[in-house]
């Protein structure tokens, strides 16, 4: 046979089109579109479905070395595989450097994790959190040319946070090196004077961390991060963002010429900080299973998101995975954070539920094209961190990184159905419309049906190319 796989009668989208057409795929590529193909070892009927880019979540942490006493919930295989039942082939987690380490000596123990673990392709970020001469002047240069073509800094967090001049420090590295720098923008001193404040009147349940979180705190660091890249002149990706108040420092940014691009979440469209209060006569400390960063806003917010995605202030839409378990002495109910909000790990799970979600809330609800979906969840990943082209786009010569969709199939979220290693799901009975029924990485049947196929230690560990987003 001329190909090892067609799909076939299936409605075909990318970041451009929309049409009818047959997919060959030889050697886990996609190597030829056409009306019809008949000679394929195997074949599989998309009538009735759509066939997409494989979802790109540029935006997970996996198997992330945490406080003392705290444990992701998910290492590389669950992670991967809860990725690929929800109709993701490739996710880019991050590799932390923890202070007073080497960068390097960092990367080889996430590497080592990830290692013959992965159900489908992975690239890391790097995360800098003590940028001295030494990782500045070597080892980052040395990194990027080893395709680490990304990172990120903190400008909040006690382990994490980089002051103004270290910014402008990683900045400088970036600009000079062609990578892409990516922000988490709330404010340190800020969150600790709301958090303080707080705590002294005795409002501690999980329901206060969105309190010490207000939307200015996000703004703020979002300005004087674009300003701190102006005066550098270097790209920006501004991460997680959750409102209207960061959204407009991005455009306004953009709208100077700037290079700043924004990423957004599903938290962001389809959950408020009233979940992180106790329903009637719950449990106070269920709020800490919605207990993430930036926190979930309001109704307004959503809108305000809404409008950045349709106006192209937002290039991404990630799902910030970051899974903790909620009943467990390791996670959420560390006996710390019941103590106070201050100490419930931040994050919640999301890789599986994030297309479901944006294709529901956007597509169906006619709030995006598909083509726009299309670009929010695979081809903008892929161009601006380095993987375009080759993945992210349904051409010939691109690996055979597909979703199968089935448009019109309802599907209420619930934990039975997840993949994930998290015990909870913070979108527990969330109905959607639209849903990935096959995944297809690299040519390989990966997740079918709510059932994940794809071995451990098929996906590779990528290396990526600068990214022309990157230049200055
Ligand atoms: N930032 C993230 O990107 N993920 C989880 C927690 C955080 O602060
Ligand atoms: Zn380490
Ligand atoms: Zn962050
Ligand atoms: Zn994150």
């Known amino acids: ?20 057409a047959d997919i060959g795929i030889r050697d886990g590529k996609i190597a030829a579109i056409a009306d019809v193909i008949s000679d394929a070892a195997e074949e599989i009927d998309a009538t009735g ?44 987690p991050f590799a932390l450097q923890e202070r007073g380490t080497s960068l390097r000596a960092c990367v080889e123990e996430y590497r080592k994790l990830a290692e013959g673990n992965c159900v489908i392709d992975t690239a890391f970020h790097l995360i800098i959190s003590d940028p001295t001469p030494e990782v500045l002047g070597q080892e980052l240069p040395a990194l990027l040319k080893d395709g680490y073509t990304s990172f990120k800094v903190f400008m ?24 892409l720098v990516m922000v988490h923008a709330e404010g340190y001193d800020a969150i600790r004077y709301m ?53 407009e420092q991005i455009r306004w940014a953009q709208q100077r010429g700037l290079k700043v691009y924004g990423e957004t979440c599903p938290q962001y469209i389809s959950l408020t900080a009233e979940d992180l209060q106790a329903a009637q006569g719950g449990d106070a ?15 307004e917010s959503w809108d305000a ?15 910030d995975h970051c899974p903790f378990r909620y009943d467990s002495t390791e996670g959420k109910l560390n006996p710390k954070g019941r103590t106070s909000f201050r100490w419930v790990p931040n994050g919640i799970p999301g890789v599986e539920t994030r297309l479901p979600i944006l294709f529901s809330e956007g597509v169906s609800k006619g709030r995006i094209s598909l083509q726009r979906f299309v670009e929010l969840s695979a081809t903008n990943h892929a161009r601006i961190y380095g993987l375009y082209p080759g993945k992210g786009a349904i051409a010939v010569g691109f690996d055979a990184d597909i979703a199968l969709w089935d448009p019109v199939r309802k599907e209420t979220i619930r ?22 029924v096959m995944t297809i990485a690299r040519g390989d049947v ?27």
């Open 195 to 247: 958090t303080e404040k707080l705590e002294r009147a005795g409002d501690t349940a999980p329901y206060y961390h969105a309190a010490s979180r207000p939307e200015l705190v996000e703004r703020e660091a979002a300005h004087r991060a674009i300003s701190h890249a102006e005066l550098v002149d270097v790209p920006l990706m501004i991460v997680h963002v959750s409102g209207r108040e960061a959204m």
């Open 49 to 92: 479905l759509l066939v997409l880019p494989g979802g790109i979540d540029s935006h997970v942490h996996i198997a992330q070395k945490q406080g003392e006493g705290i444990v992701m919930a998910d290492d590389f295989a669950s992670a991967t595989a809860s990725a690929a039942a929800g109709g993701n082939t490739m996710v880019m």
């Open 446 to 472: 990966v997740a079918r049906d709510g059932t994940v196929t794809g071995q451990p230690g098929r996906g590779q560990i990528l290396e990526r190319g600068l990214s022309e987003f990157a230049r200055p």
């Open 415 to 436: 934990q039975e159905i997840l993949h994930h290693g998290a015990d909870y799901t913070p979108w527990e009975g969330f109905e959607v419309t639209g849903w990935p």
């Open 1 to 20: 046979a001329a190909y090892d796989l067609a799909i076939r009668n299936g409605t075909v989208a990318t970041a451009s089109d929309v049409f009818k």
């Open 305 to 319: 998101i809404w409008e950045g995605i349709r106006t192209g202030v937002f290039q991404t839409f990630s799902s």
């Open 156 to 179: 909040t967090y006690d382990d994490l946070v980089l002051n103004d001049r270290q910014l402008l420090d990683v900045f400088d590295v970036a600009r000079r090196e062609g990578a």
């Open 285 to 299: 400390m269920s709020g800490a299973k919605y207990v993430c960063s930036p926190p979930p806003r309001d109704h």
